[in-house]
């Protein structure tokens, strides 16, 4: 394996890596979101914010209280025409190139979008389906946004009974297609392609647990993913492009919601859900390099209850740079509220 380096940004604490870019980074902080440059992280430029009621802009200056009402960026993106798409907790929006908000329309309930869950395709359209919790198990939408619209589009209904929620949608440059991850019973947990923006779709596995999943990972050969399984062992797989066949990986200990890839290195967050399938209560980052799994960095949830939030560790957009990546915590114990990069040697 790769050896590695991680590291404390002081000057980024308080503030979230929403976009990596080669020479700079996207950031957020509350609602508000800065441009940075990376060689000098201490200069941060205001682009905008989401607009919020007051009494919530005021409560989310409380840490606590942020966690309590998911007061985050979920999703934030850089659109071909200038405009930043972003979600915020169960709100959709842009902001605009001149720095001025606007509400999306199209939607008739709120929805969350789950974190860096939206397929942006090679036309630059944007498809994201809703995550809630349809504990009646009604109908799940997906959607679509073509930049420089006013709101978005139903281009897939999910009929009442067929799954709970959409975990995540993601472009496979390398197929032109789009990948949908639902969850989160046995028989609602499906991986399904579509080559045409959801006229059509095939189901390529699913039916149980070792086919939940959060997010997903390409290269010209497979598609890699790690599980999110409540009740059983979680592992890493790949899938073969040619059959569809999977590999295992390696086990690793508890649910993954977040992937990232840098180069040839896929890197998987173990979040502290404290599930049956998660025998400690860390977080932890893995390495997959190859056929070979590590972890290469672990720090325990915090004191407080999962109504304040799990413990994650997020990553952002972008691509990049192939030597390092960006991380941050929520809810966990030491880390929370800081920037760390991993550098790779």
């Known amino acids: 394996m790769s050896d590695y380096d991680i590291s404390e940004l002081k000057d980024l604490k308080n503030f979230s890596v929403e976009i ?8 957020s902080k509350r609602n508000s979101l800065y441009f940075s440059e990376k060689k000098n992280l201490k200069v941060k430029k205001k682009l905008g ?20 009402l998911r007061g985050f960026f979920y999703n934030v993106i850089m659109l071909d025409n200038g405009d930043i798409f972003v979600t915020f907790d169960q709100s959709i929006g842009l902001i605009k190139k001149n720095g001025k908000f606007e509400q999306l329309k199209g939607f008739d309930r709120p929805f969350r979008v789950l974190r ?9 359209n944007l498809y994201f389906g809703e995550y809630l919790s349809n504990s009646d198990r009604g109908i799940v939408r997906v959607f ?35 990948w949908c991850v639902t969850g989160d019973n046995c028989k609602e947990c499906k991986f399904i392609k579509t080559h045409d923006g959801f006229k059509t779709i095939d189901i390529v596995g699913g039916g149980d647990e070792t086919w939940r999943a959060v997010s997903l990972l390409f290269n010209r050969e497979y598609i890699y993913y790690a599980m999110d399984a409540e009740f059983i062992q979680n592992k890493i797989y790949r899938i073969s492009r040619d059959n569809y066949v ?34 400690d209560k860390n977080a932890s980052l893995w390495q997959v390099e190859g056929n070979s799994v590590s972890k290469i960095w672990s720090e325990k949830k915090d004191v407080f209850p999962l109504v304040f939030m799990p413990g994650t560790i997020h990553f952002p957009y972008g691509k990049g740079s192939n030597n390092e990546i960006y991380f941050n915590c929520v809810g966990v114990s030491k880390s929370s509220k800081k920037t760390f990069r991993l550098q790779l040697n």
Do not use: M
Request: hydrophobic content about 30%.
């Open 49 to 68: 914010e989401f607009k919020l009621p007051f009494w919530k802009k005021y409560l989310i200056h409380s840490t606590l209280l942020q966690r309590l």
């Open 20 to 27: 990596d870019l080669e020479d700079s980074l996207i950031l």
């Open 246 to 279: 999977r590999t295992e990986l390696g086990i690793i200990d508890g649910p993954v919601y977040y992937s990232l890839k840098r180069g040839d290195k896929y890197f998987f967050q173990v979040t502290s859900e404290l599930c049956p399938s998660q025998k």
């Open 144 to 178: 679509s946004y073509k930049p420089g619209s006013s709101s978005a589009d139903i281009v897939h209904t999910f009929e009442s009974g067929s799954i709970r929620h959409i975990h995540g949608i993601y472009f496979d440059k390398y197929s032109d297609s789009l």
């Open 116 to 124: 860096n869950a939206i397929a942006k395709n090679s036309d630059g």
